[in-house]
């Protein structure tokens, strides 16, 4: 099955930094790759997708890029906010047609430092 | 709309009582999923449904069993509780064909 690694497993950033987040994943059959952000007691919100006959996305301040050779994908999260800490996750899914199980990375704890 | 919801949120019980852990999407989703979030894990897969009436097992689902009640309502049943078992569980639903999963708000369930 897919295996996916995160790092780091925290990361402390002043206010107006970036912040980046790196996922690996071992599936080569892999080619959905969301990114959830989970707040204190809340489930996790999806943030973010790629899918990978895309190299790189944007939302606003956040981007999402993959390389389907190295087999790696990263969260880029600019200018950032106190209200950007969280738990970041990163996925890798596969599957067959009728479902697609995602598999989760263990998470990045990400400080945003006012 | 409400989305995933999940029953109920918070949960005590005591070694080898039974519950059952329900969920309900209101977004028309084929797929729905039950996921276990342990410290330092991550999210793992415990059993999902590809559709009404189809289950199958994820990657931790000794000690569970699930049902598809109908589109909207997929449960997650502990027979014989086990300490090994406290952990906070989601449930998530998801269309075939965009695959963006939704999680409820959580069960957090202790077993003491």
């Known amino acids: 099955g897919e295996n996916v690694e995160q790092h780091p497993s925290t990361l402390s950033v002043q206010e107006g930094d970036s912040a980046v987040i790196k996922c690996t994943y071992s599936?080569?059959?892999?080619?959905?790759f969301p990114w959830y952000k989970q707040e204190l007691g809340k489930g996790p919100q999806l943030i973010i997708d790629i899918r990978s006959n895309v190299g790189e996305k944007k939302d606003q301040r956040i981007a999402v890029t993959l390389n389907k050779t190295a087999k790696h994908f990263s969260l880029h999260i600019t200018e950032t906010q106190p209200e950007d800490s969280a738990v970041y996750f990163c996925?890798?899914?596969?599957?067959?047609?009728?479902?697609?199980?995602?598999?989760f990375g263990k998470g990045t704890k990400l400080s945003v430092i006012p | 709309n409400a989305g995933v919801t999940q029953t109920p949120k918070f949960q005590v019980l005591k070694t080898g009582q039974s519950m059952t852990l329900q969920c309900a999407q209101d977004m028309n989703h084929n797929s729905m999923y039950w996921y276990r979030q342990d410290p330092g894990m991550g999210l793992r897969l415990i059993y999902y449904s590809a559709s009404e009436g189809t289950t199958d097992k994820g990657e931790v689902p000794n000690g569970y069993n699930v049902s598809r009640l109908n589109k909207r309502e997929f449960s997650l049943r502990l027979e014989s509780a086990a300490p090994s078992q406290t952990s906070v569980y989601f449930c998530?639903?998801?269309?075939?064909?965009?695959?963006?999963?939704?999680f409820g708000q959580g069960t957090r369930l202790t077993v003491v």
């Open positions: 996925a890798a899914t596969f599957g067959w047609a009728g479902s697609y199980q995602l598999t």
């Open positions: 998530a639903s998801s269309e075939i064909r965009d695959r963006k999963a939704f």
């Open positions: 599936d080569s059959a892999s080619n959905y």
